[in-house]
């Protein structure tokens, strides 16, 4: 035995979450972060006094079970209350469901590319990853996903709007591949992004949460809501799931901050829903852009493109780090841009240009 601590073995393996590089300064530029899908604009002012308020009573521990946000989030759904829990960011949360749902050597099936933290949290709770292939459009292939269920498979997510191809799962296409799933195994659907979604034929997680006993919907504060940096998000699931993920959930991890910056959110949701809009708006006129200089890419549901630019991700990457806007590098697969400033992305057009 070494007489060093050890560290297990795949978390000593496990490679770090890797956050979206920051905006480095380049003499002449304004830097701009279009890595991690952030909201450009800073909080509402009136979200921000209530996060100022609540900070003097940060002495205190927050309501553990987040009573207030929890209330006003199952009347905003109309949903049982004991069917919401609340993590850490929707991340937090998707970790809580994973330890919840695996031991050792269970199977959590997602598609691949797809959201970086969901092979992470699978290792970390010990179980095993299955990525399932997008297809070559970047879509999930529901076909391929349900045939790898196994008897060891407890947790299988479905990432629409996707991270980082933006494309959205067909509504009906859930629906059957639903009703081929096992009734003991859990489907997640994961809509982060669910807010700059504009395809009638997307899933309606929603009701597939009402129709199903296996499914669970998970949403977060942090994209279109701007709240990424105080960590709050919600799972809306069956009443034993929810109960579970509270279990799993690191005491008062969402802090009264959180709790109060998202109801003071849900208070001023129309305004926050306009800069959503915003935002859309943005994303078509950046669609547009790059079709008229012949990329032929689908079309993004969420505040992100999806480049597939394969070997030259690197380059392009660099190129934008050089005129200051940082965004996301897959190596050797496609490089995701958010939706962020205009500005920044007018400036991002030249270099694009280069890579039809
Ligand atoms: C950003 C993101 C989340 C949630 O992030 P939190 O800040 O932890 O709420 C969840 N799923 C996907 C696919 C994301 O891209």
New binding site residues.
């Given amino acids: 035995m070494s007489d060093e601590v050890r560290i297990r073995k795949s978390i000593q393996e496990l490679p770090g979450y890797k956050a979206g590089a920051r905006a480095q300064a380049v003499s002449g530029f304004t830097p701009y972060k279009l890595s991690?899908?952030e909201n450009p604009l800073t909080p509402l002012p009136s979200v921000v006094s209530v996060i100022a308020s609540a900070a003097e009573s940060i002495n205190r521990y927050p309501d553990p079970l987040a009573t207030e946000l929890t209330t006003r989030l199952a009347e905003k759904f109309q949903v049982d209350p004991n069917c919401i829990a609340l993590?850490?960011?929707?991340?937090?949360?998707?970790q809580q469901i994973v330890q919840a749902l695996c031991d050792a050597g269970d199977e959590v099936v997602f598609a691949w590319r797809?959201?970086?933290?969901y092979p992470i949290i699978t290792t970390i709770a010990g179980a095993v990853s299955v990525r399932v292939p997008l297809t070559p459009s970047g879509e999930h292939d529901l076909a391929l996903m349900a045939g790898a269920i196994t008897d060891r498979t407890r947790v299988i997510f479905i990432?629409t709007p996707?991270?980082?191809t933006g494309s959205i799962v067909n509504n009906q296409d859930l629906i059957d591949f639903l009703a081929k799933v096992p009734t003991n195994v859990l489907v997640v659907i994961?809509e982060?992004?669910v807010e700059f979604n504009r395809d009638e034929q997307a899933v309606d997680g929603l009701a597939a949460f009402q129709s199903f006993s296996n499914v669970a919907v998970?949403r977060?504060?942090?994209?279109a809501y701007g709240l990424?940096g105080l960590?709050?998000?919600y799972l809306i699931g069956p009443e034993a799931l929810a109960e579970a993920v509270r279990k799993t959930a690191v005491p008062f991890g969402v802090s009264s901050l959180a709790q109060a910056a998202a109801i003071a959110s849900l208070d001023h949701e129309d305004e926050l829903l306009d800069r959503v809009q915003n935002l859309v708006e943005l994303r078509s006129w950046f669609e547009s852009a790059l079709a008229e200089l012949g990329f032929q890419i689908p079309a993004s549901q969420?505040n992100f493109i999806w480049l597939p630019l394969g070997e030259r991700s690197e380059q392009f990457a660099k190129q934008c780090a050089d005129v200051a806007v940082a965004v996301r590098t897959f190596v050797g697969e496609g490089v995701r841009i958010s939706i962020g400033e205009r500005e920044a992305l007018e400036v991002l057009l030249p270099i694009c240009a280069q890579y039809v």
């Fill in positions: 991690s899908n993590g850490t960011g929707s991340v937090g949360v998707c797809s959201f970086e933290a990432c996707n991270n980082p994961d982060a992004y998970l977060t504060f942090s994209k990424a960590r709050v998000g969420a």
